[in-house]
């Protein structure tokens, strides 16, 4: 009975983890965006249950870094600051992470997605507190 209890486990996180696309790499901002947002380059370390993202903002993503590390699933997860939450899930293909600054004063969510090839990622950004323009960017992977 235990073996079979596994083997359902097992199965069920190997279907799951199949779903979610291989996402983990360097990805820099489209030249065409450039200007339009503070990111320069996204680094993403993925597992079976947690999610890593370094986010570098600048010229050649040298003049700020933000490091971002959470289980995957929705949990909220701490950021530097005091009243600053992440958390990360997959919905389909695509990874979403949702950030809240000052309690909820401030909550964006940025969705993340792989084209068909997986040389470049989509990233759509959401301005939930206060409401704003959504925002759309291409990054590209590096080598």
Not at 31 to 46: A, N, V
Not at 81 to 105: C, K, Q
Request: negative net charge.
């Amino acid at each position: 009975m235990r073996n079979i209890v596994c083997l359902v486990a097992l199965a069920v996180t190997a279907t799951w983890a199949a779903d979610r696309p291989e996402i983990s790499g360097k990805w820099a901002l489209d030249p065409g965006h450039e200007g339009k947002s503070k990111i320069s380059t996204l680094e993403i370390r993925q597992s079976a249950d947690s999610i890593e993202v370094s986010e570098a903002e600048g010229p050649e993503g040298k003049a700020k870094v933000i490091h971002l590390a959470c289980a995957l699933g929705g949990q909220q997860c701490k950021i530097k600051d005091p009243g600053e939450e992440v958390s990360f899930w997959y919905n389909g293909p695509a990874l979403v992470m949702m950030e809240t600054r000052h309690g909820t004063d401030v909550v964006i969510k940025t969705k993340l997605e792989p084209s068909e090839d997986g040389k470049t990622l989509h990233m759509e950004v959401v301005h939930i507190a206060p409401a704003g323009k959504d925002e759309l960017y291409t990054l590209t992977r590096r080598p």
